[in-house]
């Protein structure tokens, strides 16, 4: 049974810095696609940044230039590093692969 355990969401200012963390068990993640999403209050859950098991990536226009999205085969760990976080970054996020879900991390941007 595939599980993925978010950390590191939070309450930080406008302009702040946020690293998430994902750690997998269950699974051989090294040849797992791995991906967050963002569900904002009253919206659908997006894509946020998805990495392929060769390390490419590819983020929303909404973030690109922001965050940063990164994995460590040896750790099981897939990170979400968020920087010059905006008020509309404001969401629960969640890690994803193909078959499962995490339980999702609150991130809170609020002055």
């Known amino acids: 049974q595939v599980q993925l355990v978010e950390s590191g969401g939070g309450l930080v200012q406008p302009g702040g810095s946020l690293r998430l963390s994902c750690a997998a068990s269950g699974t051989i993640f090294s040849m797992r696609t791995m991906a967050w999403y963002q569900q904002a209050p009253g919206k659908q859950r997006e894509l946020v940044a998805r990495?392929?098991?060769?390390?490419?990536?590819n983020y929303a226009d909404s973030v690109k230039g922001r965050f940063t999205i990164s994995r460590d085969n040896a750790k099981n760990t897939v990170y979400l590093q968020m920087n010059s976080l905006k008020l509309e970054d404001t969401a629960v996020y969640y890690c994803?692969?193909?078959?499962?879900w995490g339980q999702g991390t609150q991130v809170t941007v609020s002055s």
């Open positions: 990495i392929t098991s060769g390390g490419s990536t």
């Open positions: 994803y692969t193909p078959i499962a």
